[in-house]
């Protein structure tokens, strides 16, 4: 009967996922996989021991014995105020939830298997609709979930390898009025399917020190969906055609693990992120007046440094706590409303219980944007003075894992 209630509640995890709103991150890369690994700064790519490592470093599912499932949800919060002209404005508060899903099965003693269900990139954005920068953005929504199957091979006691296959599915939504044609509302709306894939490596040098190493491939993204124009004083109202490219980027991570006595783990992790491959977003229109267009994106290839730790308290409970410093991608000549956002410091508390097969697990974060001013935007009409500041975010989430 814990068998079907287990597999139950990771089919339910899964069709959430597929559902999910998100929200932006350092760029709009997402990291709260799992939240065993939220509690101690998503540092979680050297020392995992749930199967959440199927997205931070495959080759730890060498480590699980046995079939494990893991999954759960982050409820995540963000507000930043946006100053148009002097004139303050703040995001609409919105609660975000970021859901997950992972089973691992070991084969034999050398190969694991595993799937992941998880979010890896996304943006929740609104303003209220008569605001004074309604050209530059009024709301935007980047929804995806990634699929990924994954396996692991065993070299030696010391050494494992993992990687796997990501298939994506993307959407994005972008609303906002038209400062030219005399004026009118311009909805986008795409979705598509992308691919890519990851390769981890995972070596213990002895009972204190582990090192692991990530990897994962830019991904082409291509959407189609459709374009509308209402209320424009012009004929162009109406729908037509769109497709949208763009490239997410490639990233490279590297965690040490320290267990410096029995009950006590840390990990200090770097990841870099080449942002510098999303450059722009083209927008092809079919069937519709508008001209085709490009926004130009510019980032520029970031450092986020993780360090986590973990002390059990008993065998069964655990506390846990991190610490994140993430640099943003965003240039400030190419700053955006889309995304109000700058270098960022996360910090982490989480807790988990382990009775029977059964695993519970809390986390809470809490996250500073540095403040960012004196910047010049324009919607092609007219030129804005805006100020980004006071923006932060807050996080709670849960994840339940059983081992067969």
């Known amino acids: 009967m814990k068998r079907v209630y287990a597999c139950f509640a990771l089919g339910f995890l899964a069709c959430l996922l597929a559902t999910a709103n998100v929200v932006h991150a350092g760029g709009f890369a997402l990291y709260e996989w799992g939240n065993r690994a939220l509690g101690m700064g998503t540092a979680n ?39 148009i002209n002097g004139d303050k404005n703040r995001t609409q508060k919105e609660v975000f939830g970021v859901p997950h899903a992972f089973a691992t099965h070991q084969l034999n003693e050398d190969w694991t298997l595993g799937l992941g269900l998880y979010t890896r990139f996304g943006l929740g954005t609104n303003y209220d609709s008569d605001w004074p920068g309604d050209t530059l953005i009024e709301d935007a929504l980047l929804e995806s979930f990634s699929m990924t199957p994954t396996v692991s091979y065993k070299i030696n006691d010391s050494l494992s390898v993992g990687g796997g296959i990501e298939i994506i599915k993307g959407f994005f939504t972008v609303h906002r009025e038209l400062p030219t044609f005399g004026g009118g509302t311009l909805k986008t709306d795409v979705e598509g399917t992308s691919f890519g894939f990851n390769m981890g490596l995972l070596y213990d040098f002895n009972e204190m020190f582990s090192l692991g190493l990530m990897y994962r491939s830019p991904v082409h993204f291509e959407g189609d969906g459709d374009v509308e124009v209402t209320r424009s004083p012009l004929p162009i ?92 991608p965003i240039r400030g000549e190419y700053a955006s409303p889309m995304l109000p956002a700058n270098d960022r410091q996360m910090f982490t508390l989480g807790a988990g219980y382990k009775w029977s097969d059964w695993t519970v697990d809390v986390a809470g974060m809490y996250i500073i944007t540095k403040e960012r001013t004196g910047i010049t935007m324009s919607d092609g009409a007219q030129n804005y003075d805006v100020d980004f500041k006071n923006g932060s975010t807050w996080g709670v989430g849960t994840s339940i894992g059983y081992h067969f």
Request: contains cysteine; aromatic residues 16%; negative net charge.
């Open 45 to 83: 790519y050297a020392t995992g021991n749930d199967a959440s490592v199927v997205a931070y470093n495959p080759a730890q599912m060498s480590r699980l014995e046995g079939t494990n499932i893991y999954g759960g949800v982050t409820a995540v919060s963000p507000s930043s105020d946006v100053y």
């Open 237 to 328: 109202n109406g729908k037509g055609d769109c497709t949208m490219t763009a490239d997410f980027p490639a990233s490279y991570s590297v965690g040490l693990g320290f267990k410096p006595i029995e009950n006590l783990t840390f990990e200090f992790d770097i990841v870099y992120t080449q942002w510098e491959q999303f450059d722009r977003i083209e927008f092809d229109f079919d069937g519709s007046a508008l001209p085709d267009t490009v926004e130009d994106f510019n980032y520029k290839s970031t450092w986020r440094f993780q360090l986590g730790a973990e002390y059990l308290l008993t065998d069964a409970f655990a506390l846990r706590a991190g610490y994140v410093y993430d640099q943003t």
